[in-house]
């Protein structure tokens, strides 16, 4: 596995930090051999795939945290984790920062809404108050390690409470002590770009695209210029997943085989060469029983 930079260091060189989002370790695999420096565990892809449910907070820390060891068991890359509201309150948010960290999260990010949380796009979202968000930043700051595990604080607040009371909590949340903002849902550009020209000199800002969303679509070069960080493409590995498991299926019904979608598909050997099976295979031969009896001998 290549050694990467710590998220904290990417966010200080000059260039926005471009992190896919992923939901298993095979993503993870993926995003660093496509020359990635980090990548964004999103809660709602694992909600999508592991449960087939929308993104209503039907995943639990224990769920989360799962699927994080297996990413990190398999790869180097810097993971940002989507930890939800923290799953319950100042305490809860305590045992989910030091799980997730010790597991391998190199930023843990929460968000200010009630339980059950939903997704940033949906309507109906709730919030708890700004000085309950404030004590659950400061009992994350107060949970980690390392300050390396950078803390990135959320607030859902345009679309609830409007674009003004965003800003202030953002300011509160910041005042807290968050390593990272993010804003969630900007609707116009001029929002995204007042929110900028607020923060973008004092704190990295956390950018969202997601396909659909209520936010304008805007490539990694141009949310830069914008005074944007970080950018997380959270569902858009997912999105591709079912699209073309769609399509897959379609013309094996259609076909009652796979070879019309064959040119779109891994065969075995390059799924096999992409997972560095022959690799690990010699590894383990070298620890064979009769490597240690030719020894041995």
Excluded at 183 to 190: F, K, L, R
Aim: aromatic share 6%; with cysteine; hydrophobic share 45%.
């Amino acid at each position: 596995m290549t050694k990467h930079l710590n998220l904290e260091k990417q966010l200080s060189d000059d260039g926005i930090v471009v992190a896919p989002g992923i939901y298993d370790a095979l993503g993870a695999v993926l995003v660093e051999q496509a020359g990635f420096h980090s990548a964004y565990l999103s809660g709602a892809s694992i909600a999508y795939t592991r449960f087939g449910q929308p993104d209503i907070g039907l995943v639990s820390m224990s769920e989360v945290a799962d699927v994080l060891s297996a990413i990190t068991e398999r790869s180097s890359l810097p993971i940002i984790v989507d930890a939800d509201t923290g799953f319950g309150n100042a305490l809860n948010v305590i045992r989910t920062v030091r799980l997730f960290e010790n597991i391998g999260a190199a930023a843990i990010q929460l968000e200010d809404q009630t339980l059950p949380k939903r997704c940033g796009h949906l309507a109906g979202k709730t919030l708890v108050s700004t000085g309950e968000m404030v004590g659950k930043i400061k009992a994350a700051l107060d949970a980690r390690c390392s300050t390396e595990t950078l803390i990135i604080a959320r607030t859902d607040s345009i679309a609830t409470e409007g674009f003004a009371s965003a800003i202030e909590r953002a300011e509160h949340y910041l005042e807290a002590g968050a390593d990272v903002l993010f804003i969630e849902a900007p609707q116009t550009q001029d929002q995204m770009y007042a929110i900028s020209k607020q923060f973008s000199d004092r704190i990295p800002l956390l950018a969202n695209m997601v396909e659909g969303g209520k936010t304008p679509h805007k490539t990694a070069s141009e949310l830069e210029a914008l005074g944007f960080s970080l950018v997380i493409f959270p569902g858009g590995m997912v999105r591709v997943m079912a699209h073309t498991a769609q399509a897959y299926l379609a013309s094996l019904s259609e076909h009652g085989w796979t070879l019309p979608f064959r040119g779109q598909m891994l065969d075995f050997d390059h799924l096999n060469e992409l997972l560095n099976t022959n690799d690990m295979l010699a590894l383990g031969a070298g620890y064979d029983s009769k490597a240690f009896e030719e020894t041995n001998d």
